[in-house]
């Protein structure tokens, strides 16, 4: 993969520890463990330094799901019920994320969470941290 080539100043510019609200996205298997729960909540209820933009619900596998997809789909759900809880206002915000882990080629999973993800990112200033 080809990356981008920054200029020093900027790279050190985003390697400073940000001021005032950050923006941020949020990819999580909220149903797998409660931990996700916690980080979904702080940060909605911390909106003097973070600013949620959206919520990504991220598949996984355990005893508590069937498959990656299943698990994917329990995280979508629980992320609804907690935003529900809060009566925070569904501002269709939340994406449900890929459906399985990336193989060995490395290919991409497609989903409304990537696809929202690049969005987000082109549509960004270069310079905005």
């Known amino acids: 993969m080809n990356f981008p080539k920054l200029p020093d100043t900027l790279r050190f510019a985003r390697l400073q520890p940000p001021t005032g609200q950050v923006r941020m996205v949020l990819d999580t298997d909220t149903y797998n463990e409660v931990d996700d729960q916690f980080a979904l909540v702080h940060a909605l209820l911390s909106p003097e330094r973070l600013r949620v933009e959206a919520i990504y619900a991220a598949p996984y596998f355990n005893d508590r799901s069937s498959g990656p997809a299943d698990g994917m789909e329990k995280s979508y759900e629980e992320i609804h019920r907690l935003l ?46």
Do not use: C, I, M
């Open 84 to 129: 529900e809880k809060l009566h925070w206002p569904n501002r269709d915000f939340v994406y449900r994320g890929a459906t399985a882990y990336l193989d060995a080629s490395l290919q991409p999973q497609e989903s409304a969470a990537a696809r929202d993800l690049v969005t987000r990112a082109l549509a960004s200033p270069d310079d905005d941290p």
